[in-house]
């Protein structure tokens, strides 16, 4: 099973930039993907980014695109969402998941870093 902390969040003046990381307590060989989600007071939660584990494939959701760059490290085991040009839409609570080579689904979740914009 893999447990995954991120960090890296705080609050940042519209314009500014923030980077999370998100470290895993074991070794990922088995993971086929790790993503990003966020989830916005009363808002469901949504895809961010993700990146494959081996390869390095990146995936966007639209409203990040070109700012946002999802990267990993798997010497660390490590995931990281560097975040510019933030706008007040982005505050939101960001998670981090882990997909495993034998599901198609994010099984598993970390606990959450907020991420807040000031105008």
């Known amino acids: 099973q893999v447990q995954l902390v991120e960090s890296g969040g705080g609050l940042v003046q519209a314009g500014g930039s923030l980077r999370l990381s998100c470290a895993a307590s074991s070794r990922t060989f088995n993971t086929n993907a790790m993503a990003w989600f966020r989830q916005a007071p009363g808002k469901e939660r949504e895809f961010v980014a993700s990146?494959?584990?081996?390869?390095?494939?990146?995936y966007y959701a639209n409203f990040v695109r070109g700012r946002f760059t999802i990267s990993k490290d798997n010497a660390k085991n490590t995931v990281y969402l560097q975040m510019n040009s933030l706008k007040p839409e982005d505050t939101a609570v960001y998670y981090c998941?882990?997909?495993?080579?034998?599901?198609?689904?994010?099984?598993?979740w970390g606990q959450g870093t907020q991420v807040t914009v000031s105008p």
């Open positions: 998941a882990a997909q495993p080579s034998t599901s198609k689904k994010y099984a598993y």
């Open positions: 990146i494959t584990w081996r390869g390095g494939s990146t």
